[in-house]
Structures are given as C-alpha cells and as structure tokens.
C-alpha cells in the first residue's frame, strides 16, 4: 500500500492563514495580559494625575493676580531658550545676537539671558560658541561644577552629563573655574577636568588614545578619560538654520553676532572613526572553559536552555554571540543580539548593543550601522563607546 | 542553512517569543504552518474545521512553549503538539459532524461508471473518489489508530518517529498500523474505487481477471 503523496493537501488561502495569524497573536499577547492591565492601569493613573496638574496650572494663569499685558513685573525677567538635539537629529543653532551657540548631537541646554549677563547651562552634549566680546555683558558656560567664562572668544565645550568637562579654545581666551581655581585658556589649548590646562594637540591626542585603550564600552569609562565628545564634528555650519525656534525672541539685532565662521573642530573622521570601532574592545564572553567556537557556542545554547524563565540570560546570550562574532556567523550573531536587545535590560545588554553596534558598522557606515549606533546612543548616552557611536553618526550625516 | 544553525535559531525564536514579542509570535507560525496544515490534513482529510484546527494547534503550541526544552528539534515537538490536537478532535468527532459528510459530494456512483473511462478528468475524478472512500473507511478506526496509519502511510513518516510522536511504543504502533491496514484492504476488496486508488497495479489485474 503506497499512499505517501497520493493525497494532494488542499493549501490554504493565505487570507484565511492571515486571519488565523491575527488572531493567534491576539490569543498570545492575552495570554501576558496581567501586567500589560497593569500597566494600563498606571498609564490611567499618570493621565489623571497630568490632568490635575494642567487643569492646576491653567486656573494658575487664569488668576486675576495673573501678569498680563498691562501688569508686567518691575523685576527683569530672564529669556529662556532651551536647545535639545538628540542622537539622529540635526545640530542647532541658537542666535543670540552677539553670541551664537551650535549644539552637537545628544545635546541638553538650558540658555537664560538677562540685560549683562548669559548663562548657558549644559545637561550634557556638544556646544560650539562664537561670542562677540562685550564689556557689558558676561556668557558662563555651567557645564556641572564646572565655569566657563568666556572673555571675547570662539570655543568649544564637550559635557558628559556626569564629571568630565572638555574645552577646546580656537580664538581669544577663556577661563576655566573649578573647585575655587581659575585658568585661563586661550586659543589653541583646551582643558578638560582630568587633565587641567593642555594643548589642543595633546587634547586630540588623549581623546585618540582614551578610545583605543579602553578595555569595554562601560560607561563608568567615561569618568576616567576626556571625553569622546572631543571627537565630535559639527554637522552643520551655524547659521545652516535647521532650529533656531528661539531666534525671535531673542534680544538684539543681530549686528553684532559672532563671526559666522564655519568652525570645523578636529577630530577621528572617517578613518579614524573606524579605528576607534576597531580598537574598542568588547565586552568578554563567560568562560565557558574552551576556546573552540563550535563547543562554545553549543555550551552557551545549552546553558540558555537549562536556565529557568525569569533568570538572566542576557549573558549567556550575549556570549553565544561574540563566539559567532569570532567564528564570522555575523548573521548568526545579530540574531542572537536581537534576542539580548529585546529585553531591554540584564547585565550584558549594554554590552550587546555595542558588540550590535561594532558587527552592523565593520563593514561599512551604512543605514544599518546608523540604526545600531542610534540605537546605542539612546540606551547608553553617556561612555567612551557613545563617544564612538556619536562620531559614527556625524560621519553618516555628513556622508 | 545548516541544521545547527536552523537549531539555533529555533532556540532564539522561541526566546523572543516568550518575552511577547508579537513579531516572533508571527514568525513562529509563518515557519511551520504549513508542515502543521499538512499533518492535520493528512490525518484528518478536508475539513471546514481547518482553520479552527490549526489555530487550535498554534495555541497550544505557545501555551506550553515553555516546556520545550529543546530534547526535539522545534519542528518535532511542534508536531506533538499538533498531533494531540487531532487525537483530541478525532476522539469528540462522535458529537461532530464525521469527516467524509464534509467533503463534497461529486457522487459517487457516477465516478463508479466513469472509473473505467479513459482521460486525464476521469483519472482526477477517479483519484478524489477514491480519496474520498478512504477517509471514509479512515473513519471507522479508532484515534490512535487512525493516528498511527495517517502518519506513517500518507504522511511519510517512520515508525518510530510515528511512535514518538503520539507517545506510544513502537511495537504498539506498528500493530496498529497493521490493523488499520487491513481494514483498508477489507474495504477495498469490496470496493474498485478504493482498490484503485490504493493500489492501481493490484486494481488493473483484478480488472485482467475478470475480464
């Protein structure tokens, strides 16, 4: 009795096998469904709670006492202007008049303008200044304990976020105020917090080495070296006009604005953007007792397979994955960092998304590699490794 | 793709679809639906309870995704799975409707007549019919046997593969493999369409004799 592949199977039409498909994936996120209700809930929560707070502060505004028109107060009130570019966006330009400030990628800046004095107040980023030197009025750059006064110049100051401050001066002089000392840094030096007053050549140069000695992309690097960020390239000459929202608000005519010099600050470039990549060292996998990729890799998928739902694996992922990475299976590999990026968390996740980063930009710096160091930058704003990814993506815009 | 790489993935897959990820959950049914389809067809015949069947199956299959735990390849346990859905269905078939009433009536005794024609419409119309009388004679047998005959003669599949995946011994399979194939045999003895379809050589010289 022969009957295999006498039975022709009656395919199904793919638009029944779509529903089916629809429903099934219904069926499944149902079943997780608990803490995505919970979730709701707290989403219901903050709703109400921004409710109250907006309905406060519009009877706030509404009150009769409220400054109107015809009530402004004696006291001068300061302009504020923010300046926020994140990691893919394009730099900004802020015009102030007689100072004009372009922001660099991932940048947070808080800028407060009274009659003598300008205050820029940095929460992280890039920020290249051109100033015009005026008696009358002073611009501090506040980049965390740290003061810049600028004193008629055209300067640069690079700001992790956390510790490390970077100055690079191209003209005229500032000074540089930190835990009660004063230096002034005139053109063709810098300054960053570990180091103190340097050249700019040394600077560049301690930026080169930070990237190519440092051991892994943990942030914690970050504190212990200048700052990537001295690597970063403007991507858009000021005055390009990308976002300068603020630009009507701000006091002055504009006569007397900054140079307007297309400042091309010096740093990796291509090549040496790549080299930084290179160099950069991964993250180590477990130790697993073998170096064989083959045995390896089949010990890590063992090891993922015998542990327990709600336990790490992100490591014993993340593992798997450099072996594939070292046993040229790159396709192999991004598959398996796929599975440590989608949890969005565990202990070798920022490692996996640089090792994503490195496997998606060795090649070339294309769309893939852009999404990985977006990626990157966003999870892990701060780091040698971010430095690296910042570059990366100022190198695609500029492509 | 090499089969460890396939393995792998399969490993990976299964990962991201327990963390609820809606594309692996796709992905996951766009890989084996339609080894899936084609097992339940096989062993169940057509059947407007198809999608339902197969729907039934993939639930399942994510329901208790935990519990691979990669002893069998993807596909194998996939195919458990799948398997104790038909048995499950062929065992409640008595309050259902049985299998062949669902297929379509072509009648029959107009495809008896026309058997002995010649032509490529009448050899087609000969094979549905004889497809048709088989699954009507497949109804008869009991769910693990029915089983263990679909899979191993219309699905292709070894007998210890059959064994494994209805969780039975070999022994005990083959036997009913054996008796489900000679219930066929019975059947076909009385009747050409069946005898035809399941073994035309058989069918030709029976047709010699007599005449």
Redesign the interface.
């Known amino acids: 009795?022969?009957?295999?592949?006498?039975?022709p199977?009656?395919q199904?039409e793919e638009e029944?096998?779509t529903?089916?498909?629809r429903?099934?994936?219904v069926?499944?996120?149902d079943?997780?469904a608990p803490p995505e209700r919970a979730s709701r809930r707290m989403l219901a929560f903050a709703g109400m709670t921004m409710a109250v707070a907006v309905a406060g502060f519009v009877g706030y505004k509404l009150r009769p006492d409220a400054p109107g028109p015809g009530n402004q107060p004696t006291v001068e009130q300061p302009q504020r202007f923010a300046i926020h570019t994140s990691a893919d966006t394009k730099s900004q330009t802020l015009d102030l008049g007689d100072a004009q400030l372009v922001s660099g990628l991932g940048t947070d800046v808080v800028v407060e303008r009274t009659r003598d004095r300008v205050v820029v107040q940095m929460q992280r980023g890039s920020l290249d200044l051109t100033v015009k030197h005026d008696p009358s009025r002073m611009l501090v750059v506040r980049a965390g304990d740290t003061e810049i006064l600028d004193i008629g110049t055209h300067f640069v100051v690079d700001y992790d976020g956390k510790d490390d401050v970077a100055v690079r001066v191209t003209e005229g002089e500032v000074e540089v105020k930190r835990a009660g000392k004063r230096e002034n840094i005139a053109a063709g030096f810098g300054w960053t917090t570990d180091t103190g007053k340097l050249a700019l050549a040394q600077l560049d140069a301690a930026a080169a080495t930070a990237v190519a000695v440092a051991p892994t992309p943990d942030p914690t690097l970050g504190s212990h070296v200048p700052q990537v960020p001295t690597v970063q390239t403007p991507v858009v000459a000021p005055n390009a006009g990308s976002a300068t929202p603020q630009q009507d608000d701000a006091a002055g005519s504009g006569s007397g604005a900054g140079s307007g010099s297309v400042v091309v600050r010096k740093g990796f470039g291509k090549s040496n953007a790549r080299v930084a990549l290179e160099k950069l060292a991964i993250e180590e996998p477990l130790d697993v007792g073998t170096k064989e990729l083959s045995t390896a890799?089949a010990k890590y998928?063992e090891m993922?397979?015998s542990m327990k739902?709600g336990e790490d694996?992100t490591q014993v992922?993340y593992s798997?994955a450099v072996m594939q990475h070292r046993a040229r299976?790159d396709n192999?590999a991004l598959?398996?960092l796929?599975?440590v990026i989608?949890?969005q968390g565990g202990k070798a996740y920022k490692s996996a998304l640089w090792l994503n980063v490195r496997i998606e930009c060795m090649q070339k710096f294309d769309d893939e590699c852009r999404q990985a160091a977006d990626l990157y930058l966003r999870k892990v704003p701060d780091g040698v490794a971010a430095g690296v990814a910042q570059t990366i993506l100022t190198e695609i815009a500029r492509q | 793709m090499t089969v460890a790489t396939a393995y792998v993935e399969d490993v990976l897959l299964v990962d991201r679809c327990l963390t609820g990820e809606p594309a692996a959950t796709r992905e996951l049914f766009r890989r084996h639906r339609g080894r899936v389809h084609a097992s339940l067809y096989r062993v169940l015949g057509t059947n407007r309870d198809m999608d339902d069947l197969l729907q039934e199956a993939f639930i399942q299959v994510f329901q208790s995704l935990r519990n691979w735990r990669a002893e069998a390849s993807l596909s194998t346990w996939i195919d458990r799975v799948s398997v104790r859905v038909a048995y499950r269905y062929l065992s409640k078939r008595g309050r259902l409707v049985p299998t062949t009433e669902l297929m379509e009536d072509d009648g029959g005794s107009a495809a008896d007549s026309a058997r002995m024609n010649e032509g490529p419409g009448a050899r087609r119309q000969l094979a549905r019919d004889g497809v048709k009388r088989l699954y009507e004679v497949l109804d008869e047998l009991g769910p693990a046997a029915r089983l263990a005959f679909t899979l191993h003669e219309i699905d292709g599949r070894p007998l210890a593969e059959v064994a494994n995946l209805v969780g039975s011994s070999v022994t005990a399979t083959k036997l009913r493999v054996w008796r489900a194939r000679k219930k066929i045999e019975q059947a076909a003895a009385e009747d050409p369409v069946l005898r035809e379809f399941i073994d035309p050589a058989a069918a030709a010289a029976a047709l010699k004799e007599s005449a």
């Open positions: 009795m022969k009957l295999q592949g006498k039975i199977v009656e199904l029944r096998l529903n089916i498909e429903k099934l994936v069926a499944v996120s079943m997780q890799i998928l993922t397979l739902e694996k992922l798997m299976q192999a598959y398996t796929s599975a989608k949890r």
